[in-house]
């Protein structure tokens, strides 16, 4: 059986998981977040399935993600493409065979192994975040995990606009290679102009838009790893990350790379939302 499958495709920090979050609102969607990175990080055969869910229970009580890693636990060795075809054979079984599942994985490995060895019908959605915001958020973000800890590479301002530039026009290319079914939009026209998005991404899909999606609230997603706003549902409207207008790490690159601030205008702002400081 062939399930057809919605992936977004994006760099980190670019608003996959809100995406997936308001998909989720749909009737006929079920986002389920980073699914290779819940895939690949059960390597001990499903025990590692751990953690909260955004449909508000922890992983063993998920009537999603339980049952998936009982499946793994009884394959422990399956490998990466079987355990995926697992996740969306479970879909099918819990919420029903006309319901679409979501995958948030964002890079283009899982991109290519579901194309190449799952074997679903792919429909892609190209997010992309305006270079400026996501420079900003990638240095906030690099500080925020040396603080817990973490280890992070740290990107410069300028090295984070080249490495914007380089991944989205990989994926631009991997797109019309496919010759995927692919929708395109930016991060600033998801928050800024929610409802007409949210039409045309539905149109794409070949579904009804429901302005239900318009309330993170209502999502039913079972987002196990991503954005930690999956734990947030207090904040169910949409809004904009605009804390990059009181930065100016951006600058610079800005101006120095005319070049990809073309590119950044022409398809993060690619579905005529305009916006004042899209130049």
Not at 173 to 196: I, K, M, N, V, W
Request: charged share 25%.
């Amino acid at each position: 059986m062939t399930y057809p499958v919605v992936f977004i495709a994006s760099l980190g920090h670019s608003g996959s998981t809100l995406l997936d979050l308001v998909l989720g609102g749909h009737s006929r969607l079920v986002g389920l977040g980073e699914v290779a990175s819940v895939l690949t990080s059960a390597s001990d055969g499903g025990r590692s399935f751990t953690g909260d869910c955004s449909c508000g229970q922890d992983a063993a009580s998920c009537p999603l993600w339980s049952e998936v890693a009982r499946r793994i636990q009884a394959d422990p060795h399956a490998p990466l493409a079987h355990r995926y075809r697992i996740v969306f054979e479970t879909v099918a079984a819990v919420f029903g065979p006309d319901v679409m599942p979501v995958d948030s994985s964002k890079y283009l490995p899982w991109l290519r192994l579901l194309r190449d060895e799952v074997g679903v019908d792919l429909r892609v959605l190209f997010l992309l975040k305006d270079v400026r915001n996501f420079t900003s958020s990638e240095v906030e973000a690099a500080v925020r995990k040396r603080g817990e800890g973490q280890r992070r590479r740290r990107l410069s301002p300028l090295g984070a606009f080249a490495y914007w530039y380089r991944h989205n026009r990989a994926v631009e290319q991997f797109l019309r290679d496919s010759q995927l079914p692919t929708f395109q939009l930016g991060y600033e026209e998801l928050c800024l102009a929610a409802e007409p998005i949210m039409r045309e991404i539905c149109q794409f899909l070949g579904l009804a838009f429901e302005p239900a999606m318009l309330e993170r609230s209502s999502s039913r997603s079972h987002v196990l790893r991503g954005n930690r706003m999956r734990r947030q549902p207090e904040k169910a409207a949409i809004t904009y990350d605009h804390r990059w207008f009181m930065r100016r790490d951006w600058l610079l690159p800005s101006l120095l790379c005319p070049r990809i601030m073309r590119y950044n205008r022409d398809h993060v702002y690619s579905n005529g939302i305009d916006a004042t400081w899209s130049r």
